[in-house]
């Protein structure tokens, strides 16, 4: 059975730091690209990240250049998102798929940026 479990999430001030994970079972994860997406509220999801099985980062979102990472362990079949110098926009729901089929997602992981 395949399960994606995203956490990390929380709220903060602007300015913090988050770093999310994404604990995958039930399929080969070494050998699938791996993407981040986020839904903010009353928007569509948008992609954030791609990484693929050698930890290389493909895509990353214009406005989080600089300031998001997106790297993963195959050893711990887990991907992660290491967000800087959050921002209020960054506020939303959080989530980890396989790319490009998005096949498989989590329940996702709610980070609120707020002052």
């Known amino acids: 059975q395949v399960q994606l479990v995203e956490s990390g999430g929380g709220s903060v001030h602007p300015g913090g730091s988050l770093r999310l994970s994404c604990a995958a079972s039930?399929?080969?994860?070494?050998?699938?690209?791996m993407s981040w997406f986020r839904r903010a509220p009353g928007r569509e999801r948008v992609l954030v990240a791609n990484?693929?099985?050698?930890?290389?980062?493909?895509y990353l979102l214009d406005s989080v250049k600089g300031r998001f990472t997106a790297f993963r362990d195959n050893d711990k079949n887990t991907l992660y998102l290491q967000m800087n110098s959050l921002k209020p926009e960054d506020t939303a729901v959080y989530y980890c798929?396989?790319?490009?089929?998005?096949?498989?997602w989590g329940q996702g992981t709610q980070v609120i940026v707020s002052s």
């Open positions: 798929t396989n790319w490009p089929r998005t096949e498989y």
């Open positions: 990484v693929i099985p050698s930890n290389t980062t493909t």
């Open positions: 039930g399929f080969p994860f070494s050998r699938y690209v």
